[in-house]
């Protein structure tokens, strides 16, 4: 009876051993497979070295340091892989590019007012962005602490949605026309919708030049816009613009108004005119340990021909230097700038 216990001690620690060498060794597998998984996920994809080539994409890579938190370093550097694919297809992103171009010219050489209401206008239109970037691939190097992420576009796509928009802006162009057999100051009212349509015209045609889509717009339907843009330059060239001075003070002011108006593109006349800016101005003088203040206000009422008043704008400005005369030529100076620019800003959003 003891050796037939015995017997069956000795054959269930046999069972139990074998079973404990079975989950062993099949556990090995796994823990391998576990092992090869890091492994993989941790060696550094190609497109960090050399992003892919594929015709019809545009791609962008960039990385970021992951000292801190690693899904923003994640985030930080999927914005900066959108960036780099925009960059490396010379898209303009800001959509006062046009102005930023023509703003340092200042009062240094005469411009049409077309270009400068362009300037004006390009300055404040919403960029045109390339819809359909995203983010395909993302990277952590745990080692050099960085995170990299891919961003790609499939600029096809991207030219079709911008086509897409352009037919539908250029439509709405063409659709209004220009009111020939208005009255002037009608006709510029009615065209205001027309001039912020046409500044964002660019800004699409400039992404599908950069896409290198242009040459599938519809040449007869942007030819028949163009014309549409050439009557507009005509007609702003056309508004005649007479300087009236309400004060003897305000004399100071005109010969140097009516250059700051001319280099911005406004055609002065005596008579005749379609708007009249009566000119008034004050100034006060302080000298003081040597040196001198002027302090001086102007304000120009816009009046139509019919002597209607459509605005009012005001500008103010300090000027100090160890000569007064100086400091007035200053301040006269400062203050036409401003007035001619906001004439040019109430000329858009006020008339």
């Known amino acids: 009876m003891l050796n037939k216990n015995k017997r069956l001690y000795f054959l269930l620690a046999f069972v139990l051993f074998s079973v404990g060498l079975l989950g062993c060794s099949a556990s090995q597998p796994q823990k391998q497979l576990v092992i090869e998984k890091r492994q993989a996920t941790s060696l550094k994809p190609e497109w960090v070295h050399q992003p892919p080539e594929?015709?019809?994409?545009?791609?962008?890579?960039?990385?970021?340091?992951?000292?801190?938190?690693?899904?923003?370093?994640?985030?930080?550097?999927?914005?900066?892989?959108?960036?780099?694919?925009?960059?490396?297809?010379?898209?303009?992103?800001?959509?006062?590019?046009?102005?930023?171009?023509?703003?340092?010219?200042?009062?240094?050489?005469?411009?049409?007012?077309?270009?400068?209401?362009?300037?004006?206008?390009?300055?404040?239109?919403?960029?045109?962005?390339?819809?359909?970037?995203?983010?395909?691939?993302?990277?952590?190097d745990a080692k050099n602490k960085e995170a990299w992420a891919l961003a790609e576009l499939n600029t096809q796509v991207a030219a079709q949605q911008?086509?897409?928009?352009?037919?539908?802006?250029?439509?709405?162009?063409?659709?209004?026309?220009?009111?020939?057999?208005?009255?002037?100051?009608?006709?510029?009212?009615?065209?205001?919708?027309?001039?912020?349509?046409?500044?964002?015209?660019?800004?699409?045609?400039?992404?599908?030049?950069?896409?290198?889509?242009?040459?599938?717009?519809?040449?007869?339907?942007?030819?028949?816009?163009?014309?549409?843009?050439?009557?507009?330059?005509?007609?702003?060239?056309?508004?005649?613009?007479?300087?009236?001075?309400?004060?003897?003070?305000a004399k100071a002011l005109q010969a140097k108004l009516a250059s700051a108006l001319t280099n911005l593109g406004f055609n002065l006349v005596n008579n005749d005119s379609d708007l009249r800016l009566v000119i008034q101005l004050k100034s006060n003088k302080l000298e003081r340990n040597g040196l001198s203040y002027v302090d001086a206000s102007a304000s120009a009422q816009i009046n139509s021909a019919s002597n209607r008043t459509l605005h009012v704008i005001n500008a103010a400005t300090r000027a100090v230097s160890s000569e007064l005369s100086v400091a007035n030529n200053k301040a006269v100076s400062e203050l036409a700038e401003k007035l001619a620019n906001s004439l040019i800003e109430g000329l858009y959003q006020n008339l």
């Open 162 to 249: 911008l086509l897409l928009q352009l037919n539908q802006l250029e439509k709405r162009l063409l659709q209004r026309g220009t009111l020939p057999k208005a009255a002037k100051l009608e006709r510029i009212r009615y065209l205001k919708p027309s001039l912020q349509e046409l500044a964002e015209r660019r800004l699409i045609l400039q992404q599908l030049t950069f896409l290198g889509a242009a040459t599938q717009i519809d040449a007869a339907r942007a030819q028949a816009v163009e014309k549409i843009e050439a009557e507009i330059t005509k007609l702003l060239a056309s508004l005649g613009v007479e300087l009236q001075l309400a004060t003897n003070e």
């Open 54 to 140: 594929r015709l019809g994409y545009a791609y962008g890579v960039a990385s970021s340091d992951t000292y801190g938190s690693e899904a923003r370093a994640l985030e930080s550097a999927s914005d900066k892989a959108k960036a780099d694919l925009l960059a490396n297809i010379r898209v303009e992103m800001s959509s006062s590019t046009d102005y930023n171009k023509k703003a340092t010219m200042g009062f240094q050489g005469k411009m049409t007012l077309q270009e400068t209401l362009n300037q004006k206008i390009s300055s404040k239109t919403t960029a045109v962005e390339l819809s359909g970037i995203k983010v395909s691939e993302t990277w952590v």
